[in-house]
């Protein structure tokens, strides 16, 4: 923290490692890049290595929910490996985003109960589906009804895991236009919104095995991915300018909180 | 009582669940040594049927279900000392939270999943197997949130800008060290032998090795934090008194 001037004349090795010494925002700017890494492993690892996303039907038979799981025998436990190794991020992702409601005119409540849904929501909403396919591969001799139980129980614990982000939008959202701090502009708040009515289209897949509204369907997943990635490139570049207007100065630290 | 009076006592709980864990550990049939994944359905189903084995599978599990989640009050400690770092915001102390409940979740779905198996043995060999590798693949990978929390602790310290700092450098050196040990097990799902198998050199006895190494040093270093903070707030007391 001892120049106020950011050294650009520098190269970029040694800016960078000037930035992890002095920048002020360094915390921030670390979370942010977490939070940016882990989408970009995220996505390919669901839609390229593993390719269990776009999901496949939920009306094939038995042998053809065998054959799936015998094509991906190697990709499933490699690439949710990945997933299993970095998925601590979250918590990272989760954390940057309770310090944004932290910045607003609101109670702390707002952070820390987004804090708890989300971290809650990794479990059923993401790793018992990785679980579930890793042991539907594990064993290829496995009796295929069992290998039928283990398919629906990944793609329905995956897509009928809704509570958590349905309410866990909703508080980032309350808490967005209540804020009179406007660290968010109030239409990223009814974004939100769109998100968590995701979260209300894709409860039928839970009842319908066929058309529009099942686990697979042009509204319980396509619509459902869309509003997603939208809401995710949205969010990134929300925070990104969040944490380039938070001003520390460039002065001593705080005191410590004893 | 000061609040870090409490703390310590929080803090004494972890010998006593570390001695009620190994004790778990050493019980469950199923560690000593590890279960082969390339057991058959009808072994594995032999194994739960075992009348020597039902009740050590049972009470062992059960200890576990009781005493699994007491990592977690650790872990708070560990965030309250996170808090007393020199930092700006309070992300790794909320990442460190976001963190604590995760592992001990997972392990409970594998908890339960042992229980079950041995909750009715007489189940078809190939339901037993089912319960049994979903509970042996959720114990092996339930790495995610150790890892993290490894990582977001190491990166607190590093970044922890004082002439005294909360933990020592080599503290943060360490929890990287015990997460590059955590990350195999992630892979558990590739092979049925050799050293990623559940059962293997990686997965299980590097991984719990890495776990029990990370109790103990953190268990020491966090006792020598909260006890330094104690005999700082006394003397900041004593200093009160004369006015």
Redesign the interface.
Known sequence: MTSAVTPRALPLRRRLLWHCRNN?????W??WGTLVVFYNVFFPVFFVVTRVQPPPQPAWDLATQVQWFHERH?G???G?????????????N???I??SM?RMSVSRAF?YSY?LI???S??PGL??L???L??G???PQ??PR?IG??YDFAFLSFDGTMGVFLIGSLIWMLAILLDKNRVFPKWFGYLNLCNALTEVVVSPCWIFRRGVLAWNGQIAWWLDMVVFGVYTVAFIVMLFRMIQRED?GTGP??A??? | MRRVDGELILWWTLPAALIIWIAAFLLFPGFNPPMSPVMSADQVAAFYRDPAHLPEIRYSMIVFNWFGVCLVPILALIAMQIRRMAHRTPIFSYAMLGCAAGGPTLFLIANVCWLLAAFRPERSPELTQLLNDFAWVTFTILVPYLIGQSVILALAIYLDDQPRPVFHRWVAHFNLLVAAALVPAAFVGLSLSGPLAWDGVLSFWVKNGAIVAWIVVMGGVLGQAIHRQRGEQSRTDAGRVPA
């Open positions: 002020p925002k360094r915390e921030l670390l979370a190697l499933i436990p490699l949710f490996g990945i997933i299993f190794a970095i998925a601590g991020m979250t918590a990272v989760n954390a940057l309770a310090y932290r952070g804090l989300y971290s809650l990794a479990v790793l018992l990785c679980i579930a890793i042991v591969t594990l064993r496995r009796d069992l139980w283990l520390f630290l705080p410590r909180v004893a």
